[in-house]
């Protein structure tokens, strides 16, 4: 596989030890963003909504009035991701904690009537955030799969509300379908990672992938019957001797993924990229007959990331972002009116991930 040189951006799945605060995070005043010499004729009306840190992974709420994200910022003593909600109402963000603040959180999403959230935290196994990967001694640039996840909704005042999972495995990276009576989510509790589907009461568990590879980040279709991901499908014996030695050792590398689609319980599967590098972060067009997601397959290094779209039966390829950096976590509104998505751009040149939202022109 081919390795990505950097992609700190990426905060799904990283973690770092160390003491933690609790504090929201500080954000000046959202700002408009000129985008007309990117030329990203999609996006209008840019305007960046956090300052600093590692911001990652913004889900709407239901009703488009808040989003649900996680953020990382050792500078304020917040050592590894935590979940935080913020109204997108006024100028400015005004961000509170609804993780625990303690383990390591990511992957939240809302549940209708937009006063709950769902996410996956190691706290119970440790207050600490969990250890990360040696990524020099590895030599390959990895995710660490934490058996420690599990999956958690929570009210907006941060109380857990009810656990979902109690086991020793990966259950991580869930989502909800338009009607929010049901979940996708990634699990590697079959011995291998792959996505399963369940009601939102623990019931109706479905695996729903079973080929050797990470399956993961999966979205519903705008009318709930289908699902979009990401996976990895090492078929040579020595990139399947690669995954296997990994997986072994907790780790995955996500340098190598394309978007696949298939209907929510699993059949009519399909492939819809066939581009190279790392396919990732899909989410359905409103439409239902697209796909947004990013990509890095036109990178000579493994960088910049952008974000295309693409029909769901793999034509029409469309270039969405024109960035030098990292464009990642794309989310449309529920109104379609809107996309939320990760940057590095605008950040001075340092490492800042940050959030932005823009008027979706068709």
């Not at 950097?6 to 408009?32: W, Y």
């Not at 050792?74 to 625990?100: H, W, Y």
């Not at 020793?168 to 379908?177: C, I, K, P, Q, V």
């Not at 939320?340 to 950040?347: A, D, E, L, V, Y």
Request: glycine content about 8%.
């Amino acid at each position: 596989m081919k390795t990505v040189i950097t992609i700190l951006a990426i905060t799904s799945l990283l973690g770092f030890s160390g003491s933690v605060s609790n504090e929201a995070p500080i954000h000046e005043d959202s700002m408009s963003v000129n985008n007309d010499i990117l030329k990203e004729p999609h996006l209008q009306n840019v305007k960046q909504l956090t300052f600093g840190g590692e911001n990652a992974e913004a889900y709407f709420s239901y009703d488009d009035k808040s989003i649900v994200y996680q953020y990382t910022n050792k500078k304020q003593g917040i050592e590894c991701d935590r979940i935080f909600v913020a109204s997108l109402a006024g100028d400015n963000l005004d961000p509170s904690l609804v993780s625990t603040g303690s383990g390591r959180t990511t992957c939240a999403f809302f549940l209708p009537g937009n006063k709950q959230v769902i996410y996956a935290s190691t706290h119970l196994d440790s207050k600490a955030c969990p250890a990360v990967p040696d990524r020099e001694k590895i030599k390959k640039y990895v995710w660490p799969i934490y058996n420690e996840y599990e999956l958690f909704i929570a009210d907006l005042d941060g109380k857990i509300i009810k656990q979902l999972t109690s086991n020793r495995f990966y259950d991580a990276e869930a989502t909800l379908s338009p009607k929010g009576d049901k979940m996708v989510f990634t699990s590697n509790r079959s011995g291998d990672l792959e996505l399963y589907t369940m009601n939102l009461d623990g019931s109706d568990l479905k695996q729903i992938t079973n080929e050797l590879g990470y399956d993961g980040g999966a979205f519903f279709s705008p009318d709930g019957t289908k699902l979009v991901f990401r996976a990895s499908r090492p078929t040579t014996e020595e990139d399947v001797a690669e995954y296997k030695e990994l997986y072994a050792q907790g780790l995955v590398a996500p340098t190598s993924m394309e978007l696949f689609i298939c209907n929510v319980d699993g059949s009519d599967m399909r492939q819809i990229t066939d581009l190279g590098k790392a396919n990732w972060a899909p989410y359905f067009h409103p439409s239902g007959k697209k796909i947004i997601f990013s990509s890095n397959h036109t990178a000579e290094r493994g960088f910049p990331f952008n974000l295309y779209l693409i029909n769901i039966d793999g034509t029409g390829l469309e270039q969405i972002s024109s960035s030098d950096t990292f464009d990642a976590f794309p989310m449309f509104s529920y109104d379609g009116k809107k996309l939320i998505f990760s940057s590095n751009r605008n950040n001075g040149g340092n490492r800042d991930t940050n959030l932005f939202i823009a008027d979706w022109v068709e």
